[in-house]
């Protein structure tokens, strides 16, 4: 099993751009998050879904949207990128009901 | 607000010592508190969780204490190892919200071989 995987693994932005982060997995988990970590801090969590076609805010959701058009997979989206959003953004994937959550190896996105 | 927070930022052991990290809390209404460990360049890694109604659970080399009187969280890493440099985070599980962590700041420990 791959795990969880994300692509891509670095990107770099102008203020303004548009882009997709992909989030896969392989467990058949039902739940599926996305966070960003800024430095010397820890995650936060920015939107969270509990099955396909279900997706739910977390605590900082402006600036993002996203999608579970599949089990396996959880789109985040950045309509238009802000220096702000210059974060490492990591996926998350659990059963349902269980605390263990896997996390994916995290994207690097630079916005100037 | 609510939050979770750590002590510490930093901590540093000499290899085969045993490490106490340290957490406190705001929310007593949490389900769950867990621990997660996060090597450089890497994503957090879970370790151990502990449920609210509980004071204490062992691991594999590791034991949390939860002390709900005054908010507190610790995770005692027995026989520390070079192995065992990363970040550490406490984290706030609300399965109410879907299973949303809630992360502290985390500590970083180096461990000096």
């Known amino acids: 099993n791959a795990g969880v995987t994300q692509t891509p693994k670095f990107r770099v932005l102008k203020t303004g751009q548009s882009m997709t982060l992909l989030c896969a997995q392989d467990?058949?988990?039902?739940?599926m998050y996305w966070y960003r970590q800024d430095p010397g801090m820890g995650l936060r969590l920015i939107h969270y879904?509990?099955?396909?076609?279900?997706?739910a805010k977390g605590e900082v959701p402006d600036g993002y949207n996203v999608s579970r058009l599949k089990k396996q997979n959880f789109l985040l989206g950045l309509e238009s990128a802000a220096p702000s959003q210059t974060s490492v953004y990591f996926c998350?994937?659990?059963?349902?009901?269980?605390?263990?959550?896997?996390f994916g190896p995290g994207t690097r996105l630079t916005v100037l | 607000g609510e939050s979770v927070g750590l002590h510490l930022p930093t901590l540093s052991v000499q290899e085969g010592d045993n490490s106490i990290i340290n957490c406190a809390y705001s929310?007593?209404?949490?389900?769950?508190f867990i621990w997660y460990k996060q090597e450089s360049g890497k994503g957090p890694q879970f370790i151990i969780d502990?449920?609210?109604?509980?004071d204490k659970r062992q691991g594999q080399r590791v034991t949390v204490l939860l002390n709900k009187t005054v908010k507190h969280l610790s995770l005692q890493i027995a026989a520390t190892q070079p192995g065992d440099s990363a970040v550490y985070f406490c984290?706030?599980?609300?399965?109410?919200?879907?299973?949303?962590?809630?992360f502290g700041q985390g500590t970083e420990l180096s461990v000096k071989p």
């Open positions: 998350a994937s659990s059963l349902a009901g269980v605390n263990e959550q896997f």
């Open positions: 467990m058949n988990h039902e739940y």
């Open positions: 879904s509990v099955g396909e076609g279900t997706t």
């Open positions: 929310n007593s209404a949490s389900d769950y």
């Open positions: 502990i449920r609210s109604n509980m």
């Open positions: 984290a706030e599980n609300r399965w109410v919200e879907g299973g949303k962590l809630i």
